[in-house]
């Protein structure tokens, strides 16, 4: 059985700090590419980060890139987010997931991932 737990959202102030993490299980992930998403209240969904099967390769929406940071640990299976100068319109319940790499190949678009995690809420004060 396929598994994505999300961890580490939370409420902060502007300006912090906050790192997500995605934990994959029941997939061989180390051939699995990984994104992050968001959706605020009321908003559709949009894309956040990717980043390939080895981490070479990553991808950023333009509202994160030079704030956030995706990497990968295929020790651990997992998948990280690290997000600084966090602005209030960064608050949003964060998705992570994942297809095989082979099939990702509009790494933006949600419908190329076929598993889902139930997704982090995180708060950004003003």
Known sequence: ???LVESG???VQAGDSLTLACAASGLPFANFGGGWFRQAPGKEREFVAAINWSGA???YADSTKGRFTISRDHAENKVYLQMNSLKPEDTAVYYCATA???RLL???DADEYAYWG???PVTVSS
């Open 118 to 120: 139930q997704g982090t």
């Open 57 to 59: 390769n990553t991808y």
């Open 100 to 102: 095989p790499n082979w």
């Open 9 to 11: 959202g939370g409420l």
């Open 106 to 108: 509009r790494w933006r």
């Open 1 to 3: 059985q396929v598994q």
